[in-house]
Nanobody, 122 residues
Framework: VHLAESGGGMVQPGNSLRLSCEATGRRAGSYAMGWFRQAPGKVREFVAA????????YYGDSVKGRFTISKDVDKNTIYLQMNSLKPEDTAIYYC????????????????WGQGTQVTVSS
């Protein structure tokens, strides 16, 4: 399974940004998918995850109420709508895919994208 992220960039605090991640390859549609992020000098952090049919979603505490994960099942593409962005959201955001169920744990994910930089700064 190959994952390709897009949509990163630089925005001012309070603004919004949407990330996309397309999954391609054999059985790509069977995988639950998630977003993690890693800021310089910090450990990788769980952001959000969604089940393979898009029926259930999960969020890290720091983004609840601001970020929304969704999935276009036909396109095998997930999205992360990020609203009310804060400087502390600055990080490289990674898309990942898994057939397992520990969605909040990066060790449970089998495939990873290259990452896309999100910078929130005035």
């Amino acid at each position: 399974v190959h994952l390709a992220e897009s949509g990163g960039g630089m925005v001012q605090p309070g603004n919004s940004l949407r990330l996309s991640c397309e999954a391609t390859g054999r059985r790509a549609g069977s995988y639950a998918m998630g977003w993690f992020r890693q800021a310089p000098g910090k450990v990788r952090e769980f952001v959000a995850a969604i089940t393979f049919r898009g029926g259930n979603s999960y969020y890290g505490d720091s983004v609840k109420g601001r970020f929304t994960i969704s999935k276009d099942v036909d396109k095998n593409t997930i999205y992360l709508q990020m609203n009310s962005l804060k400087p502390e959201d600055t990080a490289i955001y990674y898309c990942a895919a898994t057939l397992r169920f520990g969605y909040q744990f990066d060790s449970e994910y089998e495939y990873w994208g290259q990452g896309t930089q999100v910078t929130v700064s005035s």
